[in-house]
């Protein structure tokens, strides 16, 4: 298939960051409003599971579900990690919430859940997960790209990182 802009918008490239009314097609049903397409938006600090998120944006509208599982990894910036614990200021859950909000009215027929956990994790646990339902893929996966960049650039939650060799630091989620 060529690079090149193809005339239906579902097929194609997916054009992230590309103009979210550029995806939609004649013919979809009419969005709900934003507010009611925002399936969730938590910090928790038990497990959270790509699973929930997909079930919490499930609807027969929907032709695409594209989820992010972002998880502890045991290494990073060459080192290796231990494990975490991630710190969120008391007004993240509200950021995170208006993040969600936020890409639900750029993305007029996606539906939006997010989690984002804090405490203690291991490795392999859960950090991030998400999932953005859409009638079309391509909307889908503009839209959860955007969900997590968003997420990681304004939501107030920090990770304390202990390392294998005993040393750690803190790293700011924001930006």
Known sequence: MSTEHHPDPARGRTPFGADPSALRLAGDPAPDPAAAR??????AAQEVTVTAMAAAVADARCGAVV??????RDHDGGRGVHRLEYTAHP???EELAAVAR???ERYPDCRVAVAHRHGP???GDSALVCAVAAPHRKQAFAACD???DTVKQRVPIWKHQVFADGTSEWVGALG
């Open 102 to 104: 936020e890409i639900a």
């Open 91 to 93: 007004t993240a859950g």
């Open 146 to 148: 955007d969900l997590v």
């Open 67 to 72: 989820t992010f599982d972002g998880v502890v």
């Open 38 to 43: 925002v399936r969730g938006a938590e910090i």
């Open 121 to 123: 994790l291991a490795i």
